[in-house]
């Protein structure tokens, strides 16, 4: 309230006819524009992922379809991607990203002869997409089957990481650590091309080693608001000590780590550990840390059934602030929350699809506040006890807007267009389903 007393007799000092028409208000609150930028006449792809042996498993490839805003909002509109959309180049589902404005889709193919392949399609509406003359195969780097996500700088660069071969050390019949080798790797998304890339070790300290515990994967590197510093998700496993041919599958685990590397050198891996949660901040599909409008970076947290899932804060010192503490469970009066993907919409807030303990798997979207620490479920939506988010990876925020792909597997189901100020949900066009296939995101 200060800082507008302020402003205004600021603005009436010079002319109080302006107070309405010249002064700036910073208070969000007050902002009546789109919180994003707009993108007149963008396109809305919708990813579809088939089934291979069994219903849901996603591994029969992915399928794409483009509506315009407008048809993606209209009920009245059929979206069938499976039987209208072609598919992008993948033995398995497809690692999609899009640009901002939605005119060019992002893929790194997984698993297969051509896993690692790296590509882009221009986005012409319906079932035309125009893929690139020019490809890169990164997998004599980061594997066939390499985790990556675009930065949000421009649509600039696109970061892929992996761990190869975690590998016990065992020294006169005692053992000593677990290690594989990580492999950071940016890529030019322009110029499709690789622009660098590292491979060390990254050891934990000398305690957490002696253990069993060890990095098994690493995924969804975000770029901090300084530019200068990359984040990168970890998953946990731990090795039994006793027995170095076999890792523990139920295991004390650490606090929540990242991976702190230079950027754009990609050098000096640093480990960081939360106190607040235990889970891992890998993700799975999509991307799982966000830079806010604070400038902090804010990070899910998965795998961890005892606790659920946390939202974590990392601070601009590229540290984890461990006196922001925002438990999913305690904010939604559950046990056992598992965020599947989620997505930072601006101006604190973000939309997650989530399961939990007693839920048997289904899914359900949730309207976060990350300021105030709080969460609920987002209605309006129809769920199905067939809802699974496990493979989701895409959500389209512009504007004032966010838009999400729901479908129970096998079913029919819609986009919902969600207004990020308001909450208020808006079901857009049906998608058409197939037995066994589900649709994983809009782009």
Not at 167 to 178: A, F, G, K, L
């Amino acid at each position: 309230m200060r800082n507008r007393f302020v402003k205004l007799l600021a603005c009436g000092a010079v002319l109080s006819a302006l107070v309405l028409t010249g002064c700036s208000d910073d208070d969000s609150n007050n902002n009546t524009g789109p919180i994003n930028p707009v993108t007149e006449g963008r396109w809305i792809t919708v990813a579809g992922a088939r089934m291979q042996t069994s219903p849901g498993d996603g591994n029969g490839g992915t399928m794409v379809y483009s509506i315009s805003k407008e048809d993606a909002q209209n009920p009245d509109v059929s979206v069938d991607a499976f039987e209208n959309g072609v598919g992008v180049l993948s033995n398995r589902t497809a690692r999609l990203q899009s640009s901002v404005d939605g005119n060019t889709l992002f893929n790194i193919t997984y698993t297969g002869a051509n896993g690692g392949t790296f590509m882009t399609y221009n986005v012409n509406g319906a079932n035309n997409f125009a893929q690139s003359d020019v490809t890169v195969n990164i997998s004599q780097y980061a594997s066939a089957s390499p985790r990556w996500v675009k930065l949000f700088d421009g649509d600039n660069t696109g970061v892929a990481v992996n761990v190869a071969s975690p590998t016990p050390v065992v020294t006169d019949n005692v053992y000593q650590r677990t290690r594989g080798t990580a492999t950071v790797l940016s890529l030019n998304l322009k110029d499709v091309l690789i622009s660098d890339y590292r491979q060390y070790e990254i050891p934990l300290t000398a305690a957490e080693e002696a253990l069993g515990h060890h990095i098994f994967r690493l995924d969804a590197p975000t770029l901090n608001a300084a530019g200068d510093k990359l984040i990168i998700g970890t998953w946990m496993r731990k090795t039994n000590p006793a027995n170095p041919a076999e890792n523990e599958s139920e295991f004390e685990r650490l606090g929540s780590k990242s991976v702190v590397v230079d950027y754009p050198s990609l050098q000096n891996p640093v480990v960081i550990t939360s106190t607040v949660a235990f889970g891992d901040t890998s993700g799975y599909r999509s991307f799982n840390s966000f830079v806010a409008n604070d400038n902090n970076i804010y990070q899910a947290t998965q795998r961890d059934t005892e606790n659920g899932s946390y939202i974590l804060r990392i601070n601009q010192q590229n540290q984890y602030d461990n006196s922001y503490v925002f438990s999913l469970d305690a904010a939604l009066g559950v046990q056992g929350s598992y965020i599947d993907a989620w997505r930072y919409a601006g101006n604190g807030i973000a939309y997650a699809v989530y399961t939990h303990e007693n839920a048997n798997g289904q899914g359900f979207v949730a309207r976060l506040d990350l300021n105030a620490k709080t969460a609920t479920r987002v209605e309006g939506i129809e769920y199905d006890a067939a809802l699974d988010f496990g493979q989701y990876q895409g959500f389209v925020v512009d504007g004032n807007e966010l838009y999400i792909a729901v479908t129970a597997v096998g079913k029919d189901g819609n986009i919902y267009v969600i207004d990020i100020p308001t909450g208020a949900v808006k079901k857009g066009a049906k998608l058409v389903n197939k037995p066994g296939n589900h649709y994983i995101g809009v782009f």
